[in-house]
């Protein structure tokens, strides 16, 4: 939404301010330009970039128009349902976890955080690291340094679409300079006719260079720094998880360990002690047998 009203906010005070100084708005209206600038920066980004990173773009694209996935709330809810998982782990042993981790679309666990169940990485990340756990033969420590490497390759992955978007950026000045020399090529084949067709043309050349720096500057480059901060965004969020697990395997107790977790999120989503504690006491609650329940199991026996 942010991103939206930047834009606004951008090209709506350029505009203000050359209608203030009385300028022609329709002089900046110069398709055959954008044309060539847009056109050459797509085509720059074809020859760079196979299709995964192109899809990749695009779908980032389209998150940078949206709000912050990770939110405080988001961390609370993960804090939570990773505490339901060890703890479960802790009371009927590491085994317990089998069908939670191999089918984690059929969990009834994992299907009670939706916003977890549909981020498949952050699943994948969770059910694999616990899935070494069950298997055992594993250290520790041997296992902290695989989640490591795994995080920097998705780091890298996810950082892929925003390099080449920057690159597309760091093109655009130079294509606007490509379209004012053709602007002025067709200027000069037009010397000797009226003044005023001559300086049309010199206005749509110069309009070329204007289009290709605000493009950098005004739209392009900050989407491609949006799209960084939100691959920053998932980096940190996998850090959460990968430390309150490996606290848990070196047998910190579950609640200590989503502690530990909770004190590894930036600090300006950064849920409260208390927060997470009453998120996990209701969870622990829920899981609960009612003392009823208790009873008529005991009667039954």
């Known amino acids: 939404?942010?991103?939206?009203?930047?834009?606004?906010?951008?090209?709506?005070?350029?505009?203000?301010?050359?209608?203030?100084?009385?300028?022609?708005?329709?002089?900046?209206?110069?398709?055959?330009?954008?044309?060539?600038?847009?056109?050459?920066a797509l085509g720059t980004l074809l020859i760079s970039n196979p299709i995964h990173i192109l899809k990749q773009?695009?779908?980032g694209l389209i998150g940078a128009f949206g709000s912050s996935k990770y939110g405080t709330q988001r961390y609370i809810d993960s804090l939570k349902m990773i505490y339901e998982l060890l703890q479960k782990a802790r009371k009927e042993g590491l085994v317990?976890?089998?069908?939670?981790?191999?089918?984690?679309?059929k969990s009834p666990l994992f299907s009670k955080y939706e916003d977890f169940a549909k981020n498949h990485h952050a699943v994948a990340f969770v059910c694999d690291t616990m899935r070494m756990a069950?298997?055992?033969?594993?250290?520790?420590?041997?296992?902290?340094?695989?989640?490591?490497?795994?995080?920097?390759?998705?780091?890298?992955?996810?950082?892929?679409?925003?390099?080449?978007l920057t690159t597309m950026a760091d093109s655009l000045p130079g294509l606007g300079i490509v379209a004012a020399v053709l602007g002025v090529v067709i200027t000069m084949g037009a010397l000797g006719g009226p003044p005023e067709e001559i300086g049309r043309k010199v206005a749509a050349a110069l309009v070329g260079t204007f289009l290709g720096i605000l493009l950098c500057y005004g739209l392009v480059g900050p989407l491609a720094s949006r799209m960084g901060k939100m691959a920053d965004e998932e980096h940190a969020y996998l850090l959460v998880l990968r430390v309150t697990m490996i606290a848990f395997l070196k047998g910190v107790a579950p609640i200590m360990a989503v502690e530990i977790g909770r004190r590894t999120v930036p600090g300006h989503v950064r849920p409260s002690f208390q927060e997470v504690e009453e998120a996990c006491r209701g969870a622990k609650d829920a899981a609960a047998p009612a003392p009823e329940a208790e009873a008529q199991a005991a009667s039954a026996g």
């Open 57 to 59: 773009m695009m779908s």
């Open 96 to 105: 317990a976890l089998e069908n939670d981790i191999e089918e984690p679309d």
């Open 134 to 164: 069950v298997s055992g033969g594993v250290e520790v420590f041997d296992l902290d340094q695989m989640l490591e490497a795994d995080m920097e390759v998705h780091h890298q992955e996810a950082s892929a679409p925003v390099s080449a």
């Open 1 to 40: 939404m942010f991103s939206i009203i930047g834009i606004v906010v951008v090209f709506g005070c350029i505009v203000a301010g050359y209608l203030m100084e009385h300028g022609n708005i329709k002089v900046l209206l110069q398709p055959a330009e954008l044309i060539i600038i847009g056109g050459a």
